[in-house]
Structures are given as C-alpha cells and as structure tokens.
C-alpha cells in the first residue's frame, strides 16, 4: 500500500479523521507503520534523515527546529534538504511569511497555532488558548493568513474543542488536533505519551496504552540484579567454569613448559 500523499490527506478532510503520531526512534516508526498509522512525523535532525525510506508505505513529515532558521531563506533551504531525503510534508512554527516561501516552492506545509511552545511567552505560556472571544478572533485570522500563505494544513495545540471544531468546518486547511477535540481532521498524539515513557507530569490531552516507564524499572531492576549475582559468582568462585573456558591440551602444554626450562 503507498502511502498517502498531501492530495489523499486533504481528501479526507471531512470524510474521516487521520492518525498522526510522532516518533523519536525507527523502532517508533516501524512499529507505527505497521500498525497502520496513517502520518508519522518526527524533527528534522542529521540522526533521523534515513527514516522516512525506513517507513515507504506511511506519509511522513518531518519537523524543522524552531530556532534553527533565522530567515525564510534558511527555512526553506532546511525544508528541500528533508524533502531530498523522502519526507511528503515539513512542520514549520515560523510566520505566514516565511510559510509563505516554503509553500511558493511547492513545499507542502503544516503550519502551527494555539499553544506554540517556543512562543507561549505571548499566550501566557503552557495553557490553553482560545478561551476567550479576542483569542478566539486571533487565532481564526492566524488560521486565514496561514491559509493565504499557502499551508495545507495547520496544527492546533490545546485549542478549545468547539473552537477547533468550528475552525475546522470553515477552513481548507487540515486541521491537526493535539488536545484540541475530534472536530479536527486528524488526531496528533506523542509517541513517549501512548507508549507511557514519561514520569511526573503527564498531559491532560494525552492518552497512555501501555507503561514502558514501568518496564524500564523493572528492566533496570533486572540489570542491577544480574550484576550483583555476577560479583557473587566472582567472589565464591562460580563463575568462571569450565565451560566458559578455552582449554590448552596437556601434551601441547607440557612441551610448551619443558621448552620454556631449556630457555632458563
């Protein structure tokens, strides 16, 4: 099966939603594609370059760096560079300006509005955005320059749910929920969020499938406890045994000893 270009992602606006997930390692990757996740993202980073040929068959996306490109210029040199190596579609937090440079040059672009992490400064930092009638208005005329600008689709980050929802009926772009309700087009979580890596604070939007934080202890736990049975094994004598031994044959071992007294 191939994987979805930008033409099927925006085709399904409005038929059903899509699954997007970000990764930080191709085991993430290939595990999300084969679970048939429909979008895979992860930041553009010289580490990660071989993964979208890792995973053909799944639209992949990667992210450009907030703060690694002073200029559209640079931006957009960064945005080829990850097109060259496979990604269908590049994540950009800049302005509609420089947004509108990637998309003039056939870059297909996926805009950022509510909760913009390097930026929450401006919105009172790490809280929702949209609560009230002048956010609201905000962050529907970002959504219009960034549809101006020529982004395909936009992601909203802890938006009100009927906001988003409302937003989402009455623009063309794709509109990528991260904790902004189901009347998005595609839902956006955080692969160390569904698989359960992280300890202390954990999301409100987020959702964990398994506890891999927990079996990280309990695999931490088994380290630390075959390491001390190893210093055990050494200091009575267990280890090592014979049959972790090379073994010289006696005869060889004897000339070797009578040669080594004609020497003396």
């Given at each position: 099966m191939a994987a979805l270009t930008v033409r099927d992602l925006r085709a399904l606006k409005g038929v059903r939603q899509i699954c997007f997930v970000q990764i930080t390692s191709e085991e993430q990757a290939l595990a999300a594609a084969q679970a048939g996740m429909d979008m895979i993202g992860t930041a553009f980073r010289p580490e990660n370059r071989h993964l979208p040929k890792a995973v053909?068959?799944?639209?992949?996306?990667?992210?450009?760096?907030?703060?690694?490109?002073?200029?559209?210029?640079?931006?957009?040199?960064?945005?080829?560079?990850?097109?060259?190596?496979?990604?269908?579609?590049?994540y950009c937090a800049m302005s509609p300006q420089v947004v509108e440079v990637l998309a003039r040059e056939g870059v297909p672009v996926i805009a950022h509005v509510g909760l913009v992490p390097p930026k929450a400064t401006w919105t009172g930092g790490f809280r929702a955005v949209g609560k009230t009638k002048e956010q609201a208005l905000m962050l529907w005329q970002e959504v219009r320059d960034f549809e101006s600008a020529g982004a395909f689709a936009v992601e909203m980050e802890v938006i009100p749910a009927n906001l988003a929802a409302y937003i989402t009926r009455r623009s063309s772009l794709l509109t990528i929920s991260l904790g902004s309700g189901a009347?998005?087009?595609?839902?956006?979580?955080?692969s160390a969020d569904i698989l359960g890596e992280n300890r202390g604070h954990f999301p409100r939007h987020a959702k964990a499938y398994r506890d891999f934080a927990g079996e990280r202890d309990r695999?931490?736990?088994?380290?630390?406890a075959a390491y001390r049975e190893y210093i055990a094994d050494i200091q009575k004598g267990a280890f090592p045994e014979t049959r972790h031994l090379v073994a010289m044959k006696d005869d060889e071992f004897d000339e070797f000893k009578a040669a080594l007294e004609k020497l003396a």
């Open positions: 053909p068959e799944t639209h992949f996306q990667f992210g450009l760096q907030w703060g690694d490109h002073a200029c559209s210029t640079e931006a957009l040199r960064a945005a080829m560079q990850a097109m060259q190596y496979g990604t269908q579609s590049i009347g998005c087009d595609v839902q956006y979580l955080f695999l931490q736990s088994e380290r630390v």
